[in-house]
């Protein structure tokens, strides 16, 4: 089938690895336009066009989707059979959706209908589950309200982070993608409309939910700390500045103090912070303007001490 694919981020980069290595054409790419980044602010090009552009193929970044006849008279002109979307970035109007023959497909990142939105990884960690996965819907006026064509489980693991969680769900997504769009072409595909009284909504990630609070019990915050890894990073304030908790681990306490209070602190173990309900062993943490460093190298570079408090 000829397809045209949308996606912007390093998560829709493993799809579009997967159709180009299947006998699936890409007849063209859509992506977000580039933007500045980091310290300098040097405008960048997405994840998708990067690879895109490696395997020669037409990448069109307008500004705006909805009411924009140029967006329409390109995917006409291209004739697309499908078009798949992997984590572009906007809600395609209706008028886009319906162009191709088989209209429009998304991969998502949760079993649907739990986590439609923005932030499912994130919020699939933050929650504490044991299961998430990928779910392969015809897209809908409705927000993540479409048929599902066929979803896959995948377990989160003890130690999975937001970094390792997306990066297995992307590439479960992809081999899914495949299979679906194998499966249409070949006129065998059942779709299954969603429950919707059973959804449940994934609201995009704000800063403001990165400032730890020591009174929730550590399995919570340990679900914080891993979920908000890579942005906005999970912080608390100590010695009057915001420290970032990169990495961490839930352990029992050594004895009962109150919540944010350094209940261990040497060079050997780490340091080890009291919460409402155990404790939190920092395993990585990160002052101002300094690189991340291990909780050993904390106490011996900044002499943190027991009983000092993380606010």
């Known amino acids: ?65 909805k009411n924009n006849p140029e967006v329409v008279d390109f995917i006409k002109n291209l004739n697309p059979d499908i078009s798949v979307v992997v984590a572009y970035g906007k809600i395609l109007p209706e008028e886009v959706i319906n162009i191709p023959k088989y209209k429009t497909i998304n991969v998502h990142a949760s079993l649907l209908p739990k986590y439609r939105g923005a ?50 769900l992307a590439k479960e997504g992809a081999k899914l993608l495949i299979e679906v769009l194998d499966d249409i072409e070949e006129g065998k595909v059942e779709k ?62 050594p004895k009962a103090v109150k919540p944010g209070e350094v209940v261990k602190s040497n060079d050997k173990e780490g340091i080890i912070v009291a919460t409402k309900e155990g404790c939190i062993l920092i395993k990585t943490l990160q002052f101002p303007n300094s690189k991340p460093i291990s909780s050993q190298e904390a106490v011996r570079g900044y002499k943190i001490k027991e009983g000092e408090v993380f606010e």
């Not at 979920?227 to 029992?252: C, G, H, M, T």
């Open 119 to 168: 932030a499912p990884i994130h919020r699939a960690i933050m929650d504490g589950e044991e299961e998430t996965g990928v779910c392969i819907m015809e897209i809908v006026k409705e927000l993540d309200a479409g048929d599902i064509y066929r979803c896959k489980k995948v377990k989160i693991e003890p130690n999975d982070d937001i970094i390792t969680l997306h990066d297995k």
């Open 1 to 65: 089938m000829k397809v045209l694919f949308w996606g912007t981020p390093d998560f829709a980069v493993e799809s579009l690895k997967a159709l180009l290595s299947s006998k699936h054409q890409v007849v063209g790419v859509i992506t977000q336009p580039d933007k500045p980044k980091g310290r300098g602010q040097k405008v960048q090009p997405t994840p998708v066009k990067e690879e895109a552009l490696k395997h020669g193929l037409l990448v069109y970044q307008p500004e705006k989707i």
């Open 192 to 253: 299954t409309p969603q429950d919707s009284t059973k959804a449940t909504y994934a609201k995009p990630i704000e800063k403001e939910e990165a400032k730890i609070n020591w009174e929730k019990p550590a399995k919570d915050i340990y679900n914080q700390i891993r979920a908000l890894k890579v942005w906005p990073k999970a912080y608390s304030n100590f010695r009057n500045q915001q420290v970032k908790i990169l990495d961490a681990e839930v352990v029992e306490c």
